[in-house]
């Protein structure tokens, strides 16, 4: 059976693009989206120039993309910023290849959020999904219900999870 059709497009939402949208969620500076990499990687060679060049649209000069080690860092930290670092575990190494089921779970742990809130947050964003189809986004790769994360399913939630976040302030 072939998943539903927000579920199955690609599953490569562009890195600078989940960045930008979420340092415009979170109203972040570029020293504090620096500060973020650093927290989860205290020697990542990362600048405000840099940041800087990863916001700017891919066909504006100076446009630098967004790796994938770059945006597990600027995740982990986020998550690290916002539910503490635990300093008795090691430190885990960044995934290698940051897909848009990866950073749906860490958006969720960072926000700690609820399956309620997750359906929330899509339903806000006009963009309702059923209860199975969510925790199939959330399963092991090698699972025989998981799902990709589509690149429309996840610019819906950060669309929803950003009107959520900037309403309560």
Do not use: W
């Not at 199955?8 to 500060?35: A, Q, W």
């Not at 690290?80 to 950073?103: A, C, H, I, Y």
């Not at 749906?104 to 899509?122: G, N, S, W, Y």
Request: proline content about 7%; aromatic content about 6%; some cysteine.
């Amino acid at each position: 059976m072939a998943p539903p059709p927000h579920l199955s497009y690609r599953n490569d939402m562009i890195n600078n693009d989940v960045l930008r949208s979420i340092r415009y969620m979170l109203d972040l500076s570029d020293g504090k989206v620096v500060e973020l990499i650093q927290l989860a990687d205290a020697n990542a060679a990362i600048s405000k120039e840099d940041v800087q060049a990863f916001l700017k649209k891919d066909d504006e000069p100076g446009y630098l993309e967004c790796s994938n080690k770059v945006l597990a860092l600027f995740l982990d930290g986020l998550v690290f910023q916002r539910r503490g670092k635990d300093e008795s575990r090691p430190p885990r190494p960044p995934e290698k290849r940051v897909t848009n089921n990866v950073v749906l779970k860490k958006l969720r742990v960072a926000f700690e959020l609820k399956d309620v809130d997750m359906h929330e947050i899509l339903e806000a964003a006009d963009f309702p999904a059923t209860k199975p189809e969510l925790s199939a986004l959330f399963r092991q790769p090698d699972h025989k219900n998981f799902r990709l994360c589509g690149d429309q399913l996840l610019r819906n939630f950060l669309k929803g999870l950003t009107m959520r976040v900037r309403d309560s302030r």
